[in-house]
């Protein structure tokens, strides 16, 4: 669903129409793959107890990162620099998310994105490449990249994509989950902004929505759309968005 507030009071109401403690995976986007995280991120080498980032602890390596590189907020702000990181992990190739589900493994292998990075690469060499970039751009990524793994850190962003990974390569988690899952639905659709539907809608794709077994049932309400504001597009729905 669309927010943490939403999810408890989901999770409370069918709580006492059921009597049941267990109500399901009740989550927002994110908050599902870390719930698909914590079971199975052992498939990239990461432990049940990864960090997740805010802003304020991305703020804190970013902090870190400025002082081992002599940089200030003249080159680049903390907010720029957020939104900086984030334009390069989702919006450098905008086909990333349906790459995930439509190229071979081996073409992906030829077409490295960031989190392989994190991934494949030693501690020690993501760090060569964070102290040999030759600007702010590149010495503030990679650097990031190099805390993220350092520390076990995901981002918003990771989460995503981490899980997507995860199931695109690890055929017996994808199948657990498919299995799991009986019924699927998102709710206050209409408040889903495209960056988000464009993020999950892989996961539902590839991860759940193959198998037979499973009804999916987006629910939305065009009247309700208040969050037009921060990317909320009800035009989704309809598949008009832009």
């Known amino acids: 669903t669309f927010t943490n507030k939403s999810a408890n009071e989901m999770r409370q109401r069918i709580h006492i129409l059921t009597g049941d403690n267990d109500t399901g995976y009740i989550n927002t986007f994110h908050g599902f793959c870390v719930s698909i995280l914590q079971e199975d991120s052992h498939a990239v080498g990461y432990p049940k107890s990864f960090l997740v980032l805010d802003n304020s602890d991305i703020d804190a390596m970013l902090q870190i990162i400025y002082e081992e590189r002599g940089l200030t907020l003249r080159d680049m702000t903390f907010s720029h620099a957020r939104d900086m990181i984030e334009m390069l992990k989702l919006k450098e190739r905008p086909e990333y998310y349906e790459d995930m589900i439509t190229l071979p493994l081996d073409t992906l292998k030829e077409r490295p ?112 759309s208040i969050y037009r504001w921060r990317g909320g597009d009800w035009k989704i729905l309809h598949g008009e968005a832009q």
């Not at 997507?164 to 902004?193: A, G, P, V």
């Not at 993020?199 to 939305?220: C, H, K, R, W």
């Open 113 to 224: 994105e960031y989190y392989e990075d994190m991934l494949t690469l030693p501690l020690d060499t993501l760090k060569e490449k964070y102290w040999k970039a030759e600007n702010a751009k590149d010495s503030i990524f990679y650097g990031y990249l190099y805390q993220e793994k350092k520390c076990f850190a995901l981002d918003y962003n990771d989460l995503i994509v981490f899980t997507l990974h995860i199931f695109r390569t690890h055929e017996d988690i994808r199948l657990k989950w498919q299995k799991r899952l009986e019924y699927i639905m998102i709710d206050e659709f209409q408040d889903t902004s495209t960056r988000e539907w464009e993020n999950f809608l892989p996961l539902l794709g590839n991860a759940m929505a193959q198998s037979e077994q499973t009804s999916v049932l987006i629910v939305g309400d065009i009247k309700q």
